[in-house]
């Protein structure tokens, strides 16, 4: 808003009749965040003028849920790291979760700095705990990964399988890291776990065939890579775990 527009305004409240009292911030929290949920477009407009009238880090949280719900990847990025940014000069402690909104926003816009940045941010504010704790060490993971830190991501995913144990991701993610460090042992186990938790994840079954065939197991391979086929042909995983079965096609 810009000081020509100023004078105006304050004109127009002066002069306007008054009208009901505007909900407590709470309330409206609520309302946008259920907005952003079951009508993100709704939610955007919604937590734009809640903004204008000064709702601060609260309306700019809304505003990055109502992107994240439409994949409005780096756009919802963006708005966590203002909210999280807003709510640390404010010295409210939810900057943590907005920080840890970032990071996996950004992770989803392939940013992976950027996401690394904003986890180290989460993760050094020390109030993280338990499922909230081990989500955001699996998502630095992640952007470990990606930036080619493998041990650092070993490092992070062992606190997340200590914070969230039953989160079949991090021992999927676990299993798919000691696979590409060739700890077979540690793949073999950490994959069996993932399978205990989330068998019904092509994801889950298409690591379990790669695992299986880095152990020279054929029969364990062709039959987690035809399970995760059945499960959801149309899927990324589906369609690798399809890819790798040719290569028994020719074998008599």
Same mark, same amino acid.
């Given at each position: 808003?810009?000081?020509?527009?100023?004078?105006?305004?304050?004109?127009?409240?002066?002069?306007?009749?008054?009208?009901?009292?505007?909900?407590?911030?709470?309330?409206?929290?609520?309302?946008?965040?259920?907005?952003?949920?079951? !009508?993100?477009? &709704? =939610?955007?407009?919604? $937590?734009?003028?809640?903004?204008? #009238?000064?709702?601060?880090? /609260? @309306? +700019?949280?809304?505003?990055?849920?109502?992107?994240?719900?439409?994949?409005?990847?780096?756009?919802?990025?963006?708005?966590?790291?203002?909210?999280?940014?807003?709510?640390?000069?404010?010295?409210?402690?939810?900057?943590?979760?907005?920080?840890?909104?970032?990071? !996996?926003?950004? &992770? =989803?816009?392939?940013? $992976?700095?950027?996401?690394?940045? #904003?986890?180290?941010?989460? /993760? @050094? +504010?020390?109030?993280?705990?338990?499922?909230?704790?081990?989500?955001?060490?699996l998502d630095r993971a992640r952007a470990m990964?990606?930036?080619?830190?493998?041990?650092?991501?070993?490092?992070?995913?062992?606190?997340?399988?200590?914070?969230?144990?039953?989160?079949?991701?991090?021992? &999927?993610?676990?299993?798919?890291?000691?696979?590409?460090?060739?700890?077979?042992?540690?793949?073999?186990?950490?994959?069996?776990?993932?399978?205990?938790?989330?068998?019904?994840?092509?994801?889950?079954?298409?690591?379990?065939?790669?695992?299986?065939?880095?152990?020279?197991?054929?029969?364990?391979?062709?039959?987690?890579?035809?399970?995760?086929?059945?499960?959801?042909?149309?899927?990324?995983?589906?369609?690798?775990?399809?890819?790798?079965?040719l290569q028994f096609t020719a074998k008599p």
């Amino acid at each position: 808003m810009t000081l020509l527009l100023l004078a105006p305004l304050l004109l127009a409240q002066a002069t306007a009749p008054i009208g009901p009292p505007a909900p407590p911030p709470s309330q409206r929290y609520e309302k946008c965040l259920d907005l952003a949920n079951n !009508n993100p477009t &709704l =939610a955007e407009a919604e $937590a734009g003028q809640w903004q204008l #009238a000064g709702g601060g880090f /609260l @309306a +700019g949280q809304c505003l990055g849920m109502a992107y994240a719900n439409e994949q409005r990847w780096p756009a919802a990025a963006t708005a966590f790291d203002a909210a999280a940014r807003a709510a640390e000069k404010a010295g409210d402690g939810r900057s943590v979760n907005y920080w840890a909104q970032a990071g !996996n926003a950004w &992770l =989803a816009a392939g940013d $992976a700095p950027k996401a690394r940045a #904003a986890l180290d941010a989460a /993760l @050094a +504010g020390g109030s993280l705990t338990g499922l909230p704790l081990g989500e955001a060490h699996l998502d630095r993971a992640r952007a470990m990964v990606a930036g080619d830190d493998l041990d650092g991501a070993r490092d992070d995913l062992d606190r997340a399988l200590a914070e969230a144990p039953e989160d079949p991701l991090a021992w &999927l993610l676990s299993a798919t890291l000691a696979r590409r460090q060739r700890q077979i042992v540690r793949a073999q186990h950490d994959i069996a776990e993932a399978l205990r938790l989330g068998s019904d994840d092509p994801a889950v079954q298409l690591e379990a065939g790669n695992i299986a065939a880095f152990a020279k197991d054929e029969a364990g391979a062709r039959a987690a890579w035809q399970q995760a086929v059945n499960l959801r042909p149309d899927s990324a995983a589906g369609k690798s775990a399809a890819a790798a079965l040719l290569q028994f096609t020719a074998k008599p």
